[in-house]
């Protein structure tokens, strides 16, 4: 089975580069420490230093297989070929909501950089998947657990 493409921005690249170098250079030697330290204490069956540092380690050592795996998977939207008047990964949209009349500003990204928090959302998402391919002026409702969403494109520009 083929491994899924991680979509990526160049921004969200570098992001996971530098999350993987550290994992790999800052907080291995530092769980490797906390290792040798609680080994010293004696006992390691009965010693819960120990135990939480295994735990972090095997954490960490996921994560980074995780981190290795997408890089090695990843492909780069390069924001030039992003057009700037049909929604696509890579866009900022803004969106009118036609019910409360509040406009919203999202990024579609790929999954791995999506954040909510950040108005980052991904293409897999409802309204992302919702929104892709629409032009400005159109109203798109969305399915949501919620109930429908109705949203009007009302700007597209391309990410950074």
Known sequence: MAEKETLLTMSGLKKLEEELEYLK????????????????????????????????????????????????????????????????LGSRVTLKDMDAGEELQYEIVGSMEADPAENRISNESPVGKAILGHRIGEIINIQVPAGTLRYQIVNITRGQ
Request: charged letters at 40%.
């Open 25 to 88: 250079s800052v907080k291995r030697r530092e769980v490797a420490e906390r290792l040798k330290q609680a080994i010293e204490f004696g006992d390691i069956s009965e010693n819960s230093e120990y135990e939480d540092a295994k735990n972090e380690q095997a954490f960490i050592e996921g994560r980074i297989l995780t981190l290795e795996k997408k890089l090695r998977n990843a492909r780069v939207i390069d924001a030039s070929e992003v057009p700037g008047d049909v929604v696509s």
